[in-house]
């Protein structure tokens, strides 16, 4: 099939009555989530995953996929009429966006944070399928060496991209390995650090272990404050900008759209990372960046597109090279694996409807988000005067739903607790989870990996320097580990001299 | 942050110590035949250095006095409220079923949340318990623990 035709075949499987539904399930779904503060898509995702499991793996990605681009709409809305962002993927929008609502221009903000999303949802798609086919067939020819090259490499661009520090990244990303190990051996089928628990031979359950850490942390962090929302009473006409508007946040949507598809393809880069490296530059190339901060359409338009932009980059590794780039990603990937999909540079050519399904469900999902955001931005200013005292404890009812109705056991409701006060405390001391889940999820097709490629080479580490893929791949993870370690270095010897002065 | 460190580093660093020892335990095999220790062995050994290297910058770094802030600000007895009955109605639930520990458990929550009459928690967290019942249990077919009066 050529591009054209496998289009035609996507568009086919999208307008299929179940799949057409799951799309707009996912990103209705998706906006709420995005509305409200407290649930982010991770655990959203988690939530629905086990609502999936009857229907074809095709109808339950879509929907997964829709909730994902569809929050990064929804994020918006809150940051610009509450100044709260709904998703951390809008933090920056609320830098613009509110200062543009307090000055009464809520509706243009919102309509170019509407048109923005879509049409860099629209480009990343195009994107997507001119990337992840031809990334795929080159996939083909990687071997184990060069697998487990690319996800060490992969999990040191992802601490290096870390908020925080980059030591305790990578500490993280060490504790998710060690928790992927937990369960039965792949290669002996004997439990590895199960403590007696029967419960435990599977594994941690991803779901639990993802509630826990994004759904209750959450929670937790948000009741420790007042957690009061006051929502801007401003005008909300004229939500189509103005054409001094599009003249001002077109190019910046533009940039943003580039910006945020080739942040989503990195390792940890995702939407978050996209809209701040979006902002900053808008701000740098503004000829007039005293705007920046009063409410500039631009800081609006770019990190908006960027945001979505980067939804659809994020697919590319996970579909041809089978490595979730991000958490939100993980659970995409999960998703496969429980519908018994093995994700990789063979879904393509052996799950055509599912890979062109997709990416053509989300240009309908697109279109759809728009109409959603648009004129029916009354419902969602209505959803967000839903109080919190209201809202938390039935957010925590439906993680514990979600959780329980995966297995059918309360063994993973303490999980998820485990987890959820683990990942509260984990935030008190500054350490990220994102690591921690992707290194999770990679552990143990890392460690499948790398036996066997020690097999291959009979015990060998040199296989993986001799083979040039997989060399290419672990001299850049090394020398972006050495980037950040030498001006730790120089530092510390400034001190040392100054001190011997 | 300082302070926080240094007790996060020692945690991690006994957790490593704990993974290290039981990798050894099941074999770490060699390289040329891994055994089944061999990656949490190397994961932990990782951690290990990391953990020590962690608490000897913490140890060594100047802090100046007042900037350490308080780990726990706010209202943090809700949050252990919160996840102590989330354990609670964990425990609970295949004792007494779905809808009474539901019911239980909402009701707390919303007087958490609300800390005034008893009546409008109660009344919400009825309405929850039996909207979601019949969602989850009835529509989607759900089994839900019954419990001891089998409801």
Known sequence: ?501 | MRAYDLRSSLFWLLLAIIVLIGSIRMGVGRPSNPGMGFLAFGASGLLVIFSLLLFLRAHYRKEKPGVSLPLFSGDWKNVLLVLGFLIFYSALMPHLGYLISTFLLLTVLFWIMERASILHPVLLSICSTLLTYVIFSKWLNLQFPEGLFSF
Not at chain 1, 20 to 46: D, E, K, Q, R
Not at chain 1, 189 to 217: H, Q, S
Not at chain 1, 415 to 433: C, S
């Open chain 1, 1 to 501: 099939m050529d591009l054209f035709d496998s289009i035609l075949y996507g568009f086919q499987v999208t307008f299929e009555p179940a799949n057409l539904l799951f799309c707009a399930v996912g990103v209705l779904i998706g906006t709420m989530v995005g509305v409200l503060p407290g649930i982010g898509p991770v655990a959203a995702m988690a939530l629905l995953l086990p609502a999936t499991f009857h229907v074809t793996p095709t109808a339950s990605l879509i929907m997964l996929a829709g909730i994902y681009y569809g929050v990064q709409y929804g994020g918006s809305t809150t940051s610009i009429l509450v100044n709260i962002p709904g998703e951390a993927s809008s933090v920056i929008t609320c830098i613009e966006g509110y200062q543009m609502a307090k000055k009464g221009r809520a509706g243009p903000a919102l309509g170019i944070a509407a048109w923005g999303s879509f049409l860099a949802g629209t480009m990343s798609v195009v994107g997507l399928m001119l990337v992840a086919v031809p990334l795929a067939r080159a996939a083909l020819s990687f071997g184990p060496p060069e697998y487990f090259a690319l996800m060490c490499s992969g999990l040191i661009i992802l601490t290096n991209l870390a908020q925080g520090s980059i030591h305790k990244a990578l500490m993280m990303a060490l504790v998710g390995l060690i928790l992927g190990n937990i369960g039965l051996d792949i290669m002996t089928g004997l439990p590895r650090f199960t403590l007696g628990l029967n419960e435990l031979t599977d594994g941690v359950g991803i779901i639990p272990l993802v509630m826990g850490i994004f759904g209750i942390t959450e929670i937790l962090t948000n009741l420790e404050g007042t957690a009061e929302r006051e929502i801007l009473k401003t005008s909300l006409r004229n939500l189509w900008p103005s054409l001094k508007d599009w003249a001002e946040a077109k190019w910046a949507m533009v940039r943003g759209s580039i910006i945020g598809f080739l942040l989503g393809i990195l390792p940890g880069g995702g939407a978050i990372l996209a809209t701040f490296v979006s902002y900053a530059v808008e701000k740098k190339i503004s000829r007039t960046p005293e705007k920046f901060g009063h409410g500039a359409i631009e800081g609006v338009a770019g990190p908006e597109s960027a945001n979505n932009a980067a939804a659809g980059g994020s697919l590319i590794p996970l579909l041809s090279l089978g490595i979730p780039p991000n958490p939100v990603m993980a659970m995409l990937f999960s998703a496969l694996i429980i519908h018994g999909i093995q994700p990789g540079p063979l879904l393509i050519r052996d799950h055509p409807d599912l890979f062109w399904g997709l990416v053509t469900s989300m240009y309908v999902g697109n279109a759809l988000l728009l109409v959603l955001n648009l004129p029916l931005i009354g419902i969602w200013v209505q959803v967000l005067k839903v109080p919190y005292k209201v809202l938390f404890p039935l957010i925590i009812l439906f993680c514990l739903i979600g959780v329980y109705s995966m297995n059918n056991t309360v063994f993973d409701l303490y999980v998820m607790a485990f987890f959820g006060a683990g990942g509260y405390l984990m935030r008190k001391f500054g350490y990220e989870p994102a690591p921690l889940i992707l290194a999770y999820v990679l552990g143990p097709q890392l460690e499948q990996n790398l036996r066997q490629a020690l097999l291959i080479s009979q015990g060998s580490f040199m296989i993986f320097i001799t083979r040039p893929i997989s060399a290419a791949f672990l001299v850049a993870a090394f020398l972006l580990l050495i980037s950040n370690v030498l001006p730790f270095v120089k530092k510390r010897r400034k001190e040392y001299d100054a001190f011997e002065e």
